[in-house]
């Protein structure tokens, strides 16, 4: 079993998800982005695995990281505002065509005809395959850190159990496995060959409007979901829970390590409209960022001093 | 006529020398009455160079079949049908995961094992490499399991990458997990060892040997006489080529020892060893072609500098050391410069290659019947990243690998998914290696 690591450490959520197949994904991949560019940070989303979904979904869920991502380094020199997360992974290149709201969302352009929304990936080769994705990131963390949040196709995650070395690998990162029952019904041979702890996130009756992200003018969630009707929260308190357990509106229901979780009370609502809508703090620059700039800045004056 | 089948093992011997042949016709029904399956043996080989490769100038905008080669890759433009370019392979085990700083020391400890090695400048800890995993196997059939040959002059001990030993950067062949194998570095020194050293000759013999600055061929004359007689004209021609290579390296060793005396290259050189980069490449080359032509190793490692060499290359005008120039941070003169190193790697490697491809063999070439990566640790140089490491492979394995084209795998695909491709195609079998997560697909000839 592993230990959960010291309390200051935010958790560390791998997203496996079908953004493509259902539009409440989206708010689940918005709202573990918010916890990750918050500060303090609640949590820390490092990778996201798709599927049922298509290049469509991958080339959104890129784009939203890197929109999150340059919020969040807003303050640092251009240079260093590039992203360095790992690529989205994706199951299935022929997936059926069933992401025309997150097509249209990244496809949005500026005044000057310029893409709103970097990404970087244009074909199946620029996504990874999802199970050499997750055990990869599971690699860089800490015993225990982790919690995979799983809404969708368990296919991702049986291919890591079965990888050499997978199933000893969740043992010793994955604090828990959670599960949004309302996109994963068939949850239960994976949870009864799942070696760690496993929460099943009950289909909720919640229901949520997209919110309005008013800090931001242009964001790709708001775009995706702009005709949306009402979405589903079970996906959106699978990743809630990853990072608040404690919550109180949430219910336990049973003992030992499969809990069964009742995310119905209302004032949830009010908590993913909350994370949902909160702007990205601004990261501070690191001191060894600072100093090496400031270096950096000395070296150029010296070299430009020296040019006859 | 009948022809009588020589055994391959057959050497030319003389005086304390022995000479081992490369392969003759004449060899042909003995080969394939040999434990070899399917008789010519394949080759496995990886030559490595440091601190990453410009990928603006690697990579080409297009995949699938070869068109035009960017710059640094274009001195293989000759060869680029027999040539494999592989992209998007990743080195999850060379990232920093929980160490922190030292990704030259994680590189290239991973290159070829798979494995995260442990953080430590007195204690280390990786696996065993690929290469060392074939060598086991292709040592029953060959007098050296395999090769390891390098360039650069490097410590195997102390710290060399922010905590990680200096037997991470300066190895790539691992015999086991606390078991680097140094790169033989001397010409000299790999001479004697493929062709025997003169230690147990008499006193009277060694001297008369200095006095008359005998070649080792010499002593095996008497022998080359009785051979050449044995043998149909394709392999008389055959085994001149084959002795004039090996003259011609004893008299490049010999003047080498002497230009070193005169030239003084402003900064230290090892003793022994070619001062000029280019001539040491093609000195080591032309003895690992000997080698591989009389079947007296089918693996090789060749770490050209080690990972995260600052040498500088005089010879092509750049005095400053390479490390330093691949973390520009974006300067197009220090990109410029890095791209000149690259390129002058791949042209020295590009020289060698033409040799191999000159050089028959059943069913081919030594270079249709090899693959030899060559390729770095690092992505990109300056960002240290692991990712889509610059790879190519030449040779086609014995016809089982369809080259001239760029394939492009998904990304986080593992190097060690190549390993494993390449293992089964020397005939040693893996379920696993380090992080592999199957096959490389689209390899095979279809």
Known sequence: MPTEPEKKDPVVVILDCEIGHTLDNVLTLALLHSLTTSEPRQAELSAVALTRSNLDAARFADALARFYAKQYLRDFPPIFQRYRGLSVGLDDENAPENSPALAAAIAHKDAEDQPLFDHDVHEFTDTADPVALIRNALTAEKDGACVIVLAGATSNLQGLLKLNGGRQLIEQKVRRLIISEHHTPDAGPLIADWPTPTALIEASSLHIDPPSFLWAENHPAAHALADSKPLNTTSLAAALYAAEPGHYAFEKEGEGPNELILANNEPLLTTYTKLLTQQPAARKLPDSLKRFLEKEEAKDKKRQNATP | ?446
């Open chain 2, 1 to 446: 006529m009948t022809r009588k089948a020589l055994s391959r093992r057959t050497m030319l011997r003389g005086l304390g020398a022995a000479i081992a042949l490369p392969t003759f016709d004449a060899m042909a029904p003995a080969l394939r009455s040999s434990t070899i399956p399917g008789g010519q043996p394949v080759r496995m080989g990886f030559v490595y160079v440091p601190n990453g490769i410009n990928k603006e100038h690697w990579t080409p905008a297009y995949k699938g079949e070869f068109r035009d080669l960017p710059r640094v890759i274009q001195p293989l433009e000759p060869f680029k049908q027999q040539m494999t370019m592989l992209s998007n392979l990743t080195s999850n085990s060379g990232r920093a995961w929980l160490d922190g700083a030292g990704d030259h020391g994680r590189c290239s400890a991973a290159y070829l094992t798979g494995a995260h090695p442990l953080k430590s400048s007195d204690e280390i800890l990786n696996n065993v490499s690929c290469d060392q995993l074939v060598a086991r196997e292709m040592g029953k059939h060959t007098r050296f399991p395999s090769l390891e040959i390098g360039i650069e002059d490097a410590r195997q001990a102390g710290n060399c990458d922010s905590g990680y030993s200096c037997a991470y950067t300066n190895n790539l062949a691992w015999r086991s997990e606390t078991q680097p194998m140094p790169p033989v570095l001397n010409p000299r020194e790999l001479f004697e060892r493929l062709f025997g050293k003169d230690a147990h000759l008499t006193p009277e013999q060694r001297e008369q040997r200095l006095r008359f600055r005998k070649s080792i061929l010499d002593f095996v004359a008497e022998d080359t006489r009785q051979l050449r007689g044995d043998l149909g004209p394709t392999d008389q021609r055959k085994l001149d080529e084959y002795l004039s290579s090996i003259r011609e390296i004893e008299r490049q060793i010999q003047r080498a020892e002497e230009d070193n005396e005169q030239i003084d290259p402003g900064l230290n050189k090892p003793y022994g060893v070619p001062a000029d980069f280019a001539e040491h490449f093609r000195l080591m080359t032309d003895m690992l072609t000997v080698a591989l032509q009389a079947d007296l190793s089918r693996v090789f490692t060749f770490l050209v500098t080690r990972e995260g060499s600052s040498r500088p290359y005089r010879e092509i005008d750049i005095p400053d050391g390479h490390h330093p120039l691949t973390h520009h941070r974006g300067q197009p003169d220090w990109i410029e410069k890095v791209t000149q190193i690259n390129r002058y790697h791949v042209d020295q490697f590009a020289k060698w290659v033409e040799k191999l491809s000159k050089i028959e063999e059943p069913g081919g070439t030594l270079l249709d019947n090899s693959m030899i990566v060559y390729g770095a640790g690092l992505g990109d140089g300056n960002k240290h990243t692991h990712e889509d490491l610059p790879t190519v492979v030449l040779g086609s394995g014995r016809g089982t690998i369809k080259p001239g084209r760029r394939i492009v795998y998904r990304r986080e695909t593992p190097v060690t998914n190549l390993y494993l491709s390449m293992m089964d195609r020397m005939g040693v079998h893996h379920e696993h290696f380090g992080d592999s997560t199957g096959r490389l697909s689209d390899l095979d000839v279809s």
